[in-house]
């Protein structure tokens, strides 16, 4: 497959697959017996008190970061369910240090009701005591008196740094601390080794080796929030506003936030602007006020943004300069810490959880040579990292960008940062090909975009990335406006870039979409059409039925050459359920949506009597809204179709709420269904079962959130992946026309030119149509393989404590799967 252009390609790879435990399960079994706390039936399993024994620490330190919480809470309740025993270690290093009361044996309760809530609950510090050796040494000794031997640190890359110091040091500590007559000399035995993994949470993203630290994600929700709602006062009186952004050496939050909010400009430490800037700032505001005629400029500046010399650009500066230069009306915000205060959002519950199981697991695989570990995100994908290796490169960044060799800092960076960098400087300096300078347009190729489905969010900002590629590559864009039906009613105009200003956050789709495949609406006329109007390449942002629809198409061509053009689908549906696609553009949003509603709900039920709420989630036939939802709200249990469930199912679900309510000191439930997850076992009859049998332990409501959960404003991830997909597809799109057009007509019948973009980053982010239909089930439209179903053992462990009556029976339903 072509690799669609100008995205870069990945760095060195410094990344170790490390054996990953699994779980599996006994297929015929319907129920453990209670005496039987482990799912097991391979060497490669989680089981329950396999690694009773072992004593485990875990800390938050340096800045706190929203999705701590999540991760805490994995790490306690995947550590209890193994059968070790976890402390809380206090206020980072300095609790670890002080020891005492700083250092208390985590408890299943302590982490209810957390895993929503921004911050860190086991507080978190800045030590310099700990940077000497005496620091270390009282917290070596308060360690090895309570037979802590495995450490997970969360923290940003000074706490990794220490972590890793800490580990090489200890057989000299533990000596030390033998030969001062401070512990017995047994304890060089049976405290020998430390073993280390690092989370890291921080909000800059400023860790290489991971694509995404935790808490970024909430932040740049923080900063979006308040960004959106300057704009309505700033495009009222056409006033410039200047946001001073976090990131001390990271430019990544206003990079992120910039593509995301439509920003004229951004400051940020790895990538200053070349020459004069505040010239440069000038000569590009007057420019794109004339191009897009726009009301508003926002300038965002990182906290530690500089200019090619190494001085720092303050907001105080952007604002002296435009006052002064181009007599605008100017005021700038500062968002401070607001930005890492808040609720987590979806995504860092989400990493968290993973984060902090991965976390554990790694500490219960460790030998004596295994190295430290850092856990962090590829894709989707929860990786191993060497955690010195991640450390050194991230202190390499420092060095260079001390050396002003921001070349190399960008490299260093990643592969995140450099994509994200491109499509900023694309999105925010449209230049017009020459080509449309020509006095006519006629010779210039027309490449259309259709919206196919259930609308969703980052449906618009796909429309602004492909506008804004296809001018600057100089080809036509044209949209089809109310889908399929509007192509037959010729409802299809060229578009100008001023056009979508203010798409990226807008929810819906703004082109107006329909559910009608090709093949319902009729192949044959939307081929005369497509020849018609004398379109060269289609787009089709949507869900199943734009993946359905190219499908249709490409089949069509058989018969109807003007088909044999380059055709790309951009999955975009809250279901999640496009082949190929791992995650579609919209399920942040609603994902988030969800939360928002669950936490109400458990606000709502913790000052009522003991209530479980039954709440029911989109997604057509798939589950993933409702799994990865549950995942996140920290909900009890899930009812999906994937996972086929029995009335007995459901009892048994009640029969162990009663319990838990009744013996772990929990108040409130929170019990969600997928809407087709069953015909017969509706959320109403989950409900009244529930209502019924849970007596008197609780009562039970019923919530279903219907179309709330598409949402009317774009999350952070869905604008950004949005333009990102939007400039793939078309650079995809652009390549393979540019294969296929000759002697002035463009002519393919190879099946590789109808594609699903899979990955809005990466390599191999496009594949074939055809190859992804044998791996298709058209019965339930979903995907055959899901990545995302061997979460749900997760769900089980993370839900019931091991400790109440008939817990072990939650377990039954964990199915085989690879790693967690
Ligand atoms: N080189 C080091 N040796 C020992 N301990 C260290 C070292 N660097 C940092 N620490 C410990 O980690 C703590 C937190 O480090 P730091 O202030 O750099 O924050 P961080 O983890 O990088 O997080 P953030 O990214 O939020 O700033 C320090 O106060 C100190 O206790
Ligand atoms: O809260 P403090 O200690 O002032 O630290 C602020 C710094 O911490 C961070 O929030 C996270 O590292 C930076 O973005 C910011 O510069």
């Not at 620091?135 to 070596?140: D, T, V, Y």
């Not at 303050?314 to 300069?321: H, L």
């Not at 400087?425 to 020509?438: S, W």
């Not at 709900?601 to 989109?618: C, D, F, I, R």
Request: proline share 3%; net charge neutral; charged share 20%.
């Amino acid at each position: 497959m072509p690799s669609g252009g100008d995205f870069h390609t990945d760095p060195p790879n410094t990344q170790v697959h490390f054996r990953k435990r699994r779980m599996s399960y006994e297929p015929d079994a319907t129920e453990l017996p209670t005496d039987d706390r482990s799912v097991t039936s391979s060497n490669e399993t989680i089981v329950a008190g396999e690694w009773a024994g072992n004593v485990i620490g875990v800390f938050t330190s340096g800045g706190d970061a929203q999705g701590m919480n999540a991760a805490v809470r994995a790490i306690v309740r995947v550590g209890m369910f193994l059968g070790c025993k976890v402390y809380y270690i206090k206020e980072g290093y300095q609790g670890m240090v002080e020891g005492k009361d700083d250092i208390v044996l985590a408890t299943w309760e302590s982490t209810s009701n957390t895993i929503h809530m921004g911050g860190t609950m086991i507080g978190s510090a800045r030590c310099m005591e700990f940077k000497e050796r005496p620091g270390r040494l009282k917290a070596a000794k308060n360690l090895v008196q309570l037979g802590i031997t495995n450490l997970i640190a969360i923290g940003g890359d000074g706490s990794l740094t220490g972590a890793n110091l800490f580990r090489q040091e200890w057989p000299g500590l533990l000596r030390e601390l033998v030969d001062t007559n401070q512990i017995t000399s047994d304890k060089l035995v049976t405290s020998s080794r430390l073993n280390i993994v690092g989370l890291v949470g921080s909000i800059d993203n400023d860790f290489c080796g991971t694509d995404m630290t935790i808490g970024v994600d909430s932040a740049l929700h923080r900063i979006l929030e308040s960004v959106d709602e300057i704009m309505t006062t700033a495009v009222s009186h056409k006033r410039a506003f200047v946001v001073e952004i976090m990131g001390r050496m990271c430019g990544y939050l206003p990079l992120v936030a910039g593509i995301s909010s439509e920003a004229s400009m951004v400051f940020i430490p790895e990538d200053p602007p070349e020459g004069d800037w505040r010239q440069g700032l000038c000569d590009h505001i007057r420019e794109s006020s004339k191009s897009d005629a726009r009301r508003t400029q926002i300038i965002l500046v990182a906290e530690g943004a500089i200019d090619r010399s190494g001085n720092s650009i303050k907001c105080s500066d952007v604002q002296r300069v435009l006052t002064e230069r181009l007599n605008m009306d100017v005021k700038v915000t500062v968002l401070g810490h607001v930005q890492r205060g808040g609720k987590a959002s979806a995504f860092d519950r989400i990493i968290g959880t993973r984060m902090g199981t991965e976390a554990v697991m790694a500490l219960m695989d460790a030998g004596p040579d295994t190295p430290a570990c850092a856990i962090c995100l590829d894709g989707i994908d929860i990786i191993r990292t060497p955690l010195m290796k991640a450390v050194e490169m991230t202190k390499m960044v420092g060095y260079k960008m001390n050396e002003l060799n921001f070349e190399e800092v960008v490299k260093l960076r990643g592969r995140s940062i450099r994509n994200h960098l491109f499509v900023f400087n694309l999105q925010r300096n449209i230049v017009p090909h020459p080509i449309f300078q020509r006095p006519s347009r006629k010779k210039i190729l027309r490449i259309a975009m259709v919206h196919n489905g259930q609308p969703a969010c980052g449906m618009n900002a796909a429309a602004r990335g492909f506008v804004g590629m296809c001018i600057s590559k100089g080809y036509l864009p044209l949209f089809i406006f109310e889908s399929w039906k509007g192509l037959l009613q010729d409802k299809v105009e060229t578009v100008e870039w001023s056009q979508v200003q203010y798409y990226t956050s807008a929810g819906g789709s703004k082109l107006g979409t329909s559910s009608e495949t090709a093949e319902e609406i009729g192949v044959v006329r939307i081929a005369q059409k497509i020849h018609q109007h004398n379109i060269s390449a289609l787009i089709i942002v949507g869900g199943f039925e734009a993946f359905k629809s190219a499908y249709e198409l490409l089949k069509g061509r058989e018969n109807y050459q003007e088909l044999c053009i380059p055709i790309n689908v951009i999955p975009a549906t809250i279901a999640n359920n496009v082949p190929g696609c791992k995650l579609s553009l919209g399920c942040d949003t609603a994902m988030n949506n969800i939360c928002k509603a669950c936490d109400e709900l458990k606000q709502s039920a913790s000052s009522l009597q003991q209530t479980v709420y039954v709440v029911e989630t989109g997604g057509e036939n798939c589950g993933y809204l409702a799994m990865l939802s549950a995942l996140a709200s920290g909900a009890d249990a899930c009812f999906i179709k994937e996972e086929h469930f029995t009335i007995r199912d459901i009892y048994n679900v009640c029969k162990k709420l009663k319990n838990k309510l009744e013996f772990s000191g929990v108040r409130q439930g929170l019990v969600l269904r997928n809407e087709n997850a069953n015909l017969n076992l509706s959320t109403d009859f989950i409900y009244r079962v529930f209502n019924e049998e849970g007596k008197p332990q609780f009562s039970a409501r019923q919530t279903v959130l219907g179309h709330t959960q598409t949402g009317h404003t774009a999350s952070p991830y869905d604008r950004c992946a949005g333009i990102k997909a939007g400039c793939r597809a078309t650079a995809w799109t652009l390549f393979t026309l540019s294969q296929c057009h000759q002697g002035g007509k463009v002519f393919t019948d190879s099946p590789s030119t109808v594609t699903v973009t899979t990955q809005t980053s990466g390599k191999e982010s496009f594949e074939s149509v055809e190859k992804l239909a044998l791996r298709t089930d058209f019965v339930f439209n979903l995907p055959k393989d899901q990545w995302w179903l061997r979460l749900n053992k997760l769900l089980y462990i993370l839900s019931w404590p091991l400790d109440i009556p008939d817990a072990a029976s939650a377990y039954y339903r964990l199915s085989a799967g690879s790693s967690l």
